[in-house]
């Protein structure tokens, strides 16, 4: 029998996609600004429309890797009961996103036409 994965992909970090919408945005900022002002990560602005795959309006929050047994946790408990979207980074955009993904909430679906398999760089 052979090993299905011949090689395992290096997750240099994490996505999460807090999603809102006009009722909800304050509420998103507060969870995205106190996940800021907890942990060493990268909140993005505050997008009023989707943006990329995402088919709500969202709020990135970037993290190493070796936060995700402090941010995970933290967001599931923390989220306000708004949908977060959560992915690798890898390289593989595609894959992170379709197949390497976690949801916290409702699934949502995401335009997957959009994304590249290979990804830039991320700064993290």
Not at 16 to 22: E, G, T
Not at 44 to 49: A, I, S
Not at 59 to 71: H, P, S
Request: proline content about 6%; glycine content about 8%.
């Amino acid at each position: 029998m052979t090993d299905a994965i011949t090689t395992v992909p290096v997750i240099h970090g994490y996505h999460a996609h807090v999603y809102f919408n006009a009722d909800t945005l304050g509420l998103a900022r507060g969870v995205c600004e106190a996940a800021a002002a907890r942990f060493p990560l990268k909140m993005g602005r505050l997008h009023d429309k989707p943006v990329g795959p995402h088919p709500d309006w969202s709020c990135q929050l970037a993290f190493r890797a070796a936060l995700f047994a402090d941010v995970v946790p933290w967001l599931a408990l923390n989220r306000a009961g708004l949908v977060v979207f959560i992915h690798p980074i890898t390289g593989n955009d595609l894959l992170d996103h379709r197949d390497r993904a976690m949801w916290m909430g409702a699934v949502r679906g995401l335009d997957l036409s959009v994304l590249p398999e290979h990804a830039e760089s991320y700064d993290l």
